[in-house]
């Protein structure tokens, strides 16, 4: 199997990575079943990248079906280190506009029929989570797009993640805008949980298309309107995602976050409890730490 430092989760509108040569589609089968779509790795700027359609080509699965597990194991299992999400968002401020790109900081869980863990079947793993975003890819996923210098690009905020498909109540808005929440969108729980327990760096270009629903001098979204938006915003994204290639390039030998061994002391259960087919189940994610 071809191996990437880098894997993307193409949101609404990103289907395909442009500019990627030595092109391969892998169909990978996970334990978790198959991921969303075939897997496209290939270069960017030399760079192996794998890239991953969040909905699938054609946009076949909505957020509840989206098959998290899959996804993130796979890209695992092609090595990957950094997994950068591109995300479509509606915004819950004013100075977050349709158009604008943001680097979130922080996450909000308001699923409600989602597998939030790899882990069941007896083996106990509860990780850290207080910082949801890697710090350090967020970082250059900031500096890359402020490099650009013609995005408007936003530091932090907090997206909270609803259960959907469809879009909030007025009610739902602005409750989200009292509690102080920024974005909103349906996919980055659990994803961003997965990453963790898979020991990935996980950062998010999220797109901001549309007001939600609150904006008094906005039409509430549509698909339309966020179509729309999102095309304006996925050139930009793909650039991002070109420069922050080059600069994770190398790996994470040298990182100073902890996404490399967020399982070092999370494992709850006593590993001669735990079951020999469960142990090779989960080798790719634990190996390290049971053998
Ligand atoms: C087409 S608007 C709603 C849809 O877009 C976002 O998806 P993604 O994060 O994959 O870009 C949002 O979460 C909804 O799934
Ligand atoms: N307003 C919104 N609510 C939830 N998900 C979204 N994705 C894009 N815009 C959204």
Redesign the pocket.
Known sequence: MPEAVIGVIG????YQMEGMSEVEEIQVETPFGAPSDVITVGKVEGVPMAFLP??GRGHRL??SEVPVRANIWALKSLGVQYVV?????GSLREDYAPRDLVIPDQLFDRTKSRVNSFFEGGIVVHCPFADPFCPDLSTLLLQSAQELGDVTVHEGGTYVCME??L?STKAESNTNRKLGFDLI????LPEAKLAREAELCYGMIA?V?DYDCWHDTHDA?T?EM??ANLSANVANAQRILRAVAQKVAFGREDAACQCGTALASAIMTDPSRIPTDVKEKYSLLVEKYLS
């Open positions: 949101g609404s509108g990103l969040r909905h909505s957020p999400s591109v995300s479509a968002v959907g498909p879009f969108g349906m996919t980055a797109c298309t979204v698909v966020v179509v």
